[in-house]
Nanobody
Framework: QVQLVESGGGLVQAGGSLRLSCAAS????????MGWFRQAPGKEREFVAA????????YYADSVKGRFTMSRDNAKNTVDLQMNSLKPEDTAVYYC???????????????????WGQGTQVTVSS
């Protein structure tokens, strides 16, 4: 089993930055694709970003491309999401997710991820 814990959320003004972190425990995720998703009130959970097991490939939703950067540190069993130029529409609970399959390519589909964190709130004021 893998436990994921997100941190780094908070309140920020539009145009500001936040850095989210996700720490994995239980077993290593160094051979797992990882993803970030978010869910705003009244909306479905949506894909934000994903990264391959070795960090060699990253994918982003069009809405965050050029503003968000996902990275990972397999030695520390962590993944990060650097969020710049934040907009009010980025307000949501952000979730970290891990694919339980060995070195499967990252994907935007929620169903591919087997482990989820509890989420961290990000609020962007206008």
């Amino acid at each position: 089993q893998v436990q994921l814990v997100e941190s780094g959320g908070g309140l920020v003004q539009a145009g500001g930055s936040l850095r989210l972190s996700c720490a994995a425990s239980g077993r290593t995720v160094s051979n797992s694709a990882m993803g970030w998703f978010r869910q705003a009130p009244g909306k479905e959970r949506e894909f934000v970003a994903a990264i391959s097991w070795n960090g060699g490939s990253t994918y982003y939703a069009d809405s965050v491309k050029g503003r968000f950067t996902m990275s990972r540190d397999n030695a520390k069993n962590t993944v990060d999401l650097q969020m710049n130029s934040l907009k009010p529409e980025d307000t949501a609970v952000y979730y970290c997710a891990a694919d339980g399959n060995f070195r499967r390519p990252p994907t935007r589909w929620r169903s591919a991820y087997d482990y989820w964190g509890q989420g961290t709130q990000v609020t962007v004021s206008s």
